[in-house]
């Protein structure tokens, strides 16, 4: 029996593999599943077992999984083509014989009213058909969204967005892969679906007053309208699908719909969600 990992060369899943180190568990008994071996070779460095295999491809997801196995199932990044993606693992893990299969999937879950979230819906029902036991940790939005692109925010003196008022109940990747690797390591999560976000909801306002305060240069928090935002992200070279749906999340922000905290996060990890003033002092650094 192995605690299987997909998406493993990925941000969060090396956060993962990170954690069930951490945790004692024996690098022998974790295994990534990669798509290029290549990028996975510090892993297998260090003992952990890589296993080779493309969502797109099922027959190499033939032997990514064994009978007994706990696997996350990390959802893919190519948005359009994820739902018969996640089917192929979702087939080769009742193939196998998994104990577990854990998904990553987004905060609401079948509630969630945005278009991003239609792909995660899809693979939740996908899993609950398989008949396979399961957990859905459904993530809400990572610190580093925001974060991880400080530099034209910092060369223009303003984040832009047409979120509004919206607030934000974010967390750090860290936070989510730590609640991931509870879920392969403890007891009792089957059946379970976790409504995963930060402690605290924050607004764009308070992100610019935080950013002002950490840098010492004026940052404001530009609000815009969706058609205003749409144009600003095509002129900065976005494809039209990605800024549709760049503009489709700053409007469920505004909405509320990622403000939602139900502490299940915390309690999966032991202690509170990092805040996102460590995001911004480590993203500076
Ligand atoms: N909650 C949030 O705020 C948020 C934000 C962004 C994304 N997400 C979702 O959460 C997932 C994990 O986030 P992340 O930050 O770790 O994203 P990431 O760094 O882009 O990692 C995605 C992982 O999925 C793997 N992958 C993609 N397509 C695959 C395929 N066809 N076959 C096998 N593996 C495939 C990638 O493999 P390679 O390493 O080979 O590329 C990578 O390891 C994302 O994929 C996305 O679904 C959530």
Partial sequence: MSLVVTGATGQLGRLVVEELLAA????????????????????ADRGVALRVADYSAPETLRDAFRSGDKVLLISGSEVGRRVPQHQAVIDA???????LLAYTGILGGPDADLALADEHKATE???????????????????ENYTANLAPVLEHGAVLANAGEGRIASASRADYAAAAAAVLTGEGHEGKAYELSGDVAWSLDEYAAELTRQTGKEIVHRSVTPEENREVL???????PFADLLVGVDTAIGQGLLARRTGDLARLIGRPTTP??????AALK
């Fill in 24 to 43: 004692g568990v024996p690098a022998g008994q974790i295994a990534a599943v990669v798509r290029d071996k290549d990028k996975a070779a510090g892993l």
């Fill in 125 to 143: 029902r996908a899993i609950l058909d398989s008949g396979l036991p399961y957990t859905f940790l459904r993530n809400g939005w990572y610190h």
């Fill in 234 to 240: 095509l002129g900065a070279g976005l494809p039209a």
């Fill in 276 to 281: 996102l003033a460590d995001a911004v002092a």
């Fill in 93 to 99: 893990a009742k193939d196998a014989g998994v104990a």
